[in-house]
């Protein structure tokens, strides 16, 4: 009711000011931020939503400068992807202006039953309808938790491939709202896993109900946020994982030494430097990734000692209304030659891949990847209502279109499981032209048409963003 009487009151006072006389001169030079009201929020505490604004109640400052940090903070509320929707008025009365923020909530609940099946398609499956290759459980991801941005995931699932974990995450555990923390949980039972890479394709072995590998993690994340920006990564956990005789046997390098289990520490530290309008699909503003990682301190043989720094640079121009441009750089430095074939992540894994190469696996102690493209609004960011009986979090759909040209390069360097997989230790290139469809709940479904180095083509499906 406040809210609504407040709107009301604003809105005679505008009209009796528009009426005033023309011999009040008012200083605009600069003005004061009265009040600010914000409506939509039925889950989400105001604190938060106060937390992304770049301005606050009681400022004086130009209407220039006021204009700037209602479109910084309308980015923020945006990125912190708790609202399908955000909008923020100002409405001028003398020298005094009061600022309306309207936003529409995501919805945050989705528990989602899970049943997969392991054969190559379902109807593979369907002939022999054999549940002891099917997964089956729950997954639980509950956003904004109590209305403080908390975030609740929990996984359950049962059958051929196994996982069960629990993930805490607490963005503000003081008042200042700029410390945070996350805790982790994780164990992974595997009956298929792959054991090699041979002409840069995962090879992968089964043996029944047998158990291959096994998995136990578990961390805790502490998260400082400096500003709207910048955020600091302390991370201390463990892993230990073990894998079947059978496996080791294939595979002598699997783990560090020869050996069937690994077992380690984990620390590493990142900083980020996020200025994107839009972290989902961005258009203008860089991101800026360094992460340091040191993974077992050598002690014992099943002790590894792996040390790597990735450093992630992003660029995004918004050329004019329809125009944008961008690029990216992400490179992975080891601190040794000596990696276990478990731990030789590089190039085919979340995202990273020059583009057209999607089939393929390029594993190896170093990498370098420079991705570009330029794209056209084929389509503006719009909204439609659909007319059926749903809460707003699902009526209201925002989408938009563009077409983009690209221009993928990377190299990875592998010295010592490069022998039969010829994509290692030499530069990948690749061009092409694709489609992006940006919607809600940060869904980009993507098609590209790639042409690789090799001479080889195809078309590609993606959900996330190019760069």
């Known amino acids: 009711m406040f809210k609504r009487a407040l709107l009301i009151n604003l809105f005679f006072a505008f009209c009796f000011s528009s009426f005033a006389s023309d ?31 770049a301005f606050s109640q009681g400022q004086t400052m130009k209407v220039a400068e006021l204009d700037e940090k209602i479109t910084k903070s309308r980015e923020n509320l945006l990125n912190i992807s708790l609202f399908n929707f955000v909008n923020i008025n100002k409405q001028l009365i003398g020298n005094d202006v009061y600022v309306i923020i309207d936003v529409v909530e995501r919805w945050y609940i989705f528990p989602v039953p899970i049943f997969e099946v392991v054969d190559r398609n379902f109807w593979e499956w369907w002939r022999d309808k054999n549940l002891k290759k099917a997964n089956y459980g729950f997954y639980l991801n ?5 209305g403080r941005r908390e975030n609740v995931k929990l996984l359950l699932r049962y059958g051929y491939s196994q996982r069960q974990g629990f993930m805490y995450s607490i963005p503000s555990i003081d008042k200042s709202q700029n410390n945070g923390l996350v805790f982790t949980a994780l164990q992974t039972r595997m ?10 394709k995962l090879v992968y072995f089964e043996n029944g109900s047998e158990f291959l590998r ?16 910048k955020t600091y990564t302390f991370t201390g956990g463990y892993q230990y994982n073990i894998i079947s005789d059978t496996v080791l046997s294939l595979n002598r390098d699997y783990f560090v030494s020869g050996h069937k289990y690994e077992s380690y520490p984990v620390i590493s530290f990142e900083y980020k430097d996020d200025a994107r309008d839009i972290k989902n699909y961005p258009l203008k503003g860089y991101f800026l990734s360094l992460e340091f990682t040191k993974c077992g301190f050598g002690i014992s043989d099943n ?12 660029k995004f121009w918004k050329l004019n209304n329809t125009w944008a441009t961008a690029f990216s750089f992400k490179g992975k430095l080891s601190g040794n030659n000596e990696v276990p074939y478990y731990n030789q ?51 209201r759909i925002p989408y938009a279109l563009y077409a983009n040209l690209f221009f993928d390069t990377g190299y990875v360097r592998d010295k010592r499981f490069y022998q039969n997989n010829p994509l290692s230790n030499k530069w990948l290139y690749s061009y092409g032209a694709g489609l992006d469809f940006v919607t809600y709940y940060d869904l980009v479904l993507r098609g590209e048409f790639a042409i690789t180095g090799n001479g080889k083509s195809g078309i590609f499906l993606h959900l996330t963003a190019p760069i």
């Open 142 to 146: 509950w956003e904004n938790f109590r």
């Open 303 to 314: 002790d590894p000692s792996i040390t790597y720094i990735i450093a992630h640079f992003k």
């Open 191 to 200: 009956r298929e896993i792959p054991y090699k890479l041979e002409n840069n």
């Open 23 to 53: 011999s009040l001169q008012v200083d605009t030079s600069t003005i004061y931020v009265r009040q600010i009201v914000v409506t939509g929020n039925k889950v989400t505490r105001y604190s938060v939503i106060q937390r992304e604004l």
């Open 345 to 395: 992540i590089a190039l085919g894994y979340r995202g990273d891949l020059v583009r057209g190469y999607d089939p393929y696996v390029i594993n190896g102690e170093n990498f370098a990847l420079f991705k570009s493209g330029i794209k056209y609004a084929i389509i503006q960011p719009k909204s439609f209502n659909v007319p059926v009986g749903l809460p707003q979090s699902f009526t």
């Open 214 to 229: 096994k998995e136990y993690i578990a961390n805790v994340r502490f998260i400082h946020r400096q500003g709207f920006n």
